[in-house]
């Protein structure tokens, strides 16, 4: 079965963009020329899926930041809503996450990067993510989009790593105990 690997930027209060999808204030931190491993962990994807609202985001920095294909799951998208020049790489997708795993495998993606608040909830409440690499960045914004709502039920996660930057930021590597 193909696995759902995340790896996130979430302010100390655990929000991952403002209430309008902003994320603005991860450019604070870009100053300090720190590597996170961003493009290393996306060279082991095959795959990203992601929500609308994250796929609108990306969209608006300008040039479009993925080498591998993107599913963006939506039920308020169609594939004429992606720009035309992102639609050999970029397709809108309904299914819902195993339904949506079970055809990606079938298509030979075994990893797939999963990106995006309420996204990466669904996954992680169908037991799909395997892993999570989360950045905590030294920043309170008091108000946004969560990367982790209420779960029916507890998610138990094992530390693989933990690692501290002078700027502040600290990455945490999970492995999700099944």
């Known amino acids: 079965m193909t696995t759902g690997h995340i790896m996130m930027a979430m302010s100390l209060d655990g929000f991952v963009a ?11 931190q870009a100053t300090h020329n720190e590597d996170h491993g961003f493009a290393e962990f996306q ?12 796929f609108r985001t990306v969209v608006g920095f300008g040039e479009w930041p993925y080498s591998i294909p993107c599913i963006v799951m939506s039920r308020t998208m169609t594939d004429e809503d992606v720009p035309m020049e992102l639609r050999s790489r970029v ?3 309904t299914l819902e996450p195993n339904v949506l795993f079970a ?4 298509r030979g993606l075994q ?8 996204v990466i909830r669904s996954f992680i409440e169908a037991g799909l993510i395997e892993d ?11 108000d ?8 029916d039920r507890d998610i138990d996660l094992e530390l693989m790593s933990s ?3 002078p700027s502040g930021l600290l990455d945490l590597e999970y492995k999700v105990k099944r």
Do not use: C
Request: proline letters at 5%; hydrophobic letters at 40%.
């Open 144 to 151: 946004g989009i969560r990367i982790f709502g209420s779960n």
């Open 132 to 142: 999570m690499r989360i950045t905590i960045v030294p920043i309170l914004l008091g």
């Open 163 to 165: 690692t501290p930057f």
């Open 18 to 28: 403002r209430p309008d999808h902003a994320v603005d204030w991860l450019n604070k």
């Open 103 to 106: 055809s990606l495998q079938k």
């Open 43 to 54: 060279g082991r994807m095959d795959v990203i899926v992601m929500g609308s609202g994250s």
């Open 91 to 93: 397709e809108v997708s």
């Open 111 to 118: 990893r797939a990067y999963v990106d995006g608040g309420a």
